[in-house]
């Protein structure tokens, strides 16, 4: 089983929908909990981190359940520029892993008029 | 402040053939990383280095060399490279962190996009 795993899509969805990213990891004691994304070609980049409580970053929403050891992301109102590859991010053990980090391998996002 | 840069973008070696890849930072970042990314594996981390003159195995290590005699810089090197290493190269840099906080985000370079023949 691969430590942390995400649906590949591709989602293709119309602008101004509404799309949800599920990512689940296999480690228990894992820390902390990211999405960064990652534009075609380039370096990914910090989405948002995930917090316990779930949080929320304007159009974006991110939750976590430890039980189910379960992350999502909510995109609401898509845009043109959201398209992109968005990948789910783990940190295994918290701050004995000298902030290493494992990537799920990500979910593309494609958002057309 | 530029960030994180790496040199060269682009490179195409022969099977056998040596490089280094160079990383820096200007962010005064401990924690270094490199990663190779492949079509469908995600990213994964090669070496690493929580400091200037350390250095640490990642998830896949054999085949690459890394050194970090200065703290803003982190060289992976390929002393016999091999098709299997055709891939694109992150480097990545990292603060520990606030105390109380767990969550150190990572800057990225813009890759270096390697090719063995």
């Known amino acids: 089983r691969k430590e942390v795993e995400q649906d590949p899509g591709p989602f293709n969805v119309p602008e101004g929908a509404t799309v949800a990213f599920n990512c689940t990891y296999s480690?228990?004691?894992?820390?902390?909990f990211f999405w960064y994304r990652q534009d075609c070609r380039k370096e990914p980049k910090l989405l948002m981190s995930?917090?316990?409580s779930g949080n929320e970053d304007g159009r974006f929403t991110a939750q976590l359940n430890r039980a189910s050891q379960y992350i999502s992301l909510l995109i609401r109102d898509s845009k043109l520029s959201d398209s992109a590859t968005y990948l789910c991010?783990?940190?295994?053990?918290?701050?004995?892993?000298?902030?290493?980090?494992?990537f799920g391998q990500g979910t593309i996002l494609t958002v057309h008029p | 402040n530029a960030g994180v840069t790496q040199t060269p973008k682009f490179r195409v070696l022969k099977t056998g053939q040596s490089m280094t890849l160079l990383c820096a930072q200007d962010?005064?970042?401990?924690?270094m990383y490199w990663y190779r990314q492949d079509p469908g594996m995600g990213l994964r981390l090669i070496h690493y280095?929580?400091?200037?003159?350390?250095?640490a195995k990642g998830e896949v290590p054999d085949g690459y060399n890394v050194s970090r005699l200065k703290k803003q810089n982190f060289l992976l090197g390929l002393e016999s490279a091999a098709p299997s290493q055709t891939s694109v190269y992150f480097c990545?840099?990292?603060?520990?962190?606030?105390?109380?906080?767990?969550?150190?985000?990572?800057?990225f370079g813009p890759g270096t996009r390697l090719t063995v023949l």
């Open positions: 990545a840099s990292s603060s520990p962190g606030l105390a109380g906080t767990r969550y150190n985000e990572q800057f």
């Open positions: 480690n228990s004691a894992s820390q902390s």
């Open positions: 995930v917090y316990s």
């Open positions: 991010v783990v940190n295994p053990a918290g701050g004995t892993s000298y902030g290493k980090l494992t």
């Open positions: 962010m005064n970042h401990e924690y």
């Open positions: 280095s929580v400091g200037e003159g350390t250095t």
